[in-house]
Every structure is written in C-alpha cells, then in structure tokens.
C-alpha cells in the first residue's frame, strides 16, 4: 500500500497525543456492546469488545479488535472461529463478566447458550449473533485487527441494544430509556 506523501509526517503528529487522551476522546464515540465467543481446539473463550463493525456485505464481513495481551487471545486465534454476540440493554451484567477477569465457565454460566455453525457459543437472547469464521489478520499497534466472514445470523426478538458511551452503559432502541 502507498502511502498519501501529505501524511509522511503523520507519525510523529500522532505520537502527540497521549494514550489517555485518546482513550477520553473515544469515549465520547458511543459503540454497541457485543460479547465475542470462540470455541475450537484451544477450547471456550469470550470477551466483551465495542471495537467491532461492518467491513462489507458482499461477502458478509465483521472486524473485530483483540488485543494481544488478552487473555483469550490465544484461544480465538487457535480456533479460528468466533460470534459476535450484540447485547441487550438487559445484559450489562453480562458484559461486565466478560470484560473482567471472572474466570471462563462462570462468564457462560451467566447466560444461556447455543452452539453456532463455527462452533462458537451463541448467546440465546442477543439482539443479534454473527457466527463467523476467522479469515485474515493484521497488527496494528496492541491489537490484532481480524477480518472475519459471518457464516451465519441469529436475531432476536428485538430488544433494546446496550450501547456503551461516555464510560457507561446506555439503552438505545423502541422504548428505551438511558
């Protein structure tokens, strides 16, 4: 890839701003909360991620950010496979599980599951499940950034989505009160 000559400097613009400005700056991007699964060979993972999104429909394609230094990051790339898992406004207690450090069968103890095409877990009540298998990858800084194509889509019965912003848990959706 060629890089735009007017972004040479681009690097050393970044290197100004600090991590924890950049942290307080994204906090301030409301996100959807989603639990992402794997399961495979390096056995059960999970972990609770806003940095996913749409990357194309033709073929069905999600990112999704993990950071190497996580703990199921190991797993997730044994297995390659995994489902994104977008919560509900009922699941924060659920996303807090996974996005510590409980151990593993209390996180999918939590909830009721369901195994996907993939085999990853697929959360019974999710608003909406993307199973998915792992196709590319690349490192960018902490993180691997995976390309994953969505083998398959669960919906729910239309809850209201737990969105994350400004450090905390919001409802967005028909009815939904933050």
Not at 69 to 93: G, K, Y
């Amino acid at each position: 890839m060629t890089l735009n000559p007017s972004f040479a400097n681009a690097e050393i613009v970044a290197d100004a701003i600090s991590p924890q400005i950049f942290r307080d700056a994204m906090s301030k991007m409301g996100a959807a909360v989603n639990i992402v699964t794997s399961d495979g060979p390096a056995g059960k993972a999970g972990f609770a991620a806003t940095a996913v999104c749409s990357v194309t429909d033709t073929p069905p394609t999600l990112l999704v950010c993990l950071n190497r230094s996580a703990s199921v990051f190991n797993a997730v790339m044994e297995n390659q496979a995994l489902c994104v898992n977008v919560l509900s406004s009922a699941h924060d207690r659920l996303s807090n599980l996974f996005g510590g450090k409980t151990p593993v069968e209390e996180r999918f103890a939590a909830a009721s599951w369901h195994r996907g095409i993939s085999g990853a877990p697929v959360l019974d009540d999710a608003v909406v499940s993307f199973d998915c298998m792992v196709t590319d990858g690349m490192d960018v800084g902490t993180h691997r950034v995976l390309f994953c194509s969505v083998l398959s889509v669960s919906e729910g019965e239309g809850a209201d989505a737990l969105i994350y912003f400004k450090r905390g848990y919001h409802s967005v959706g028909v009815g939904a009160a933050s």
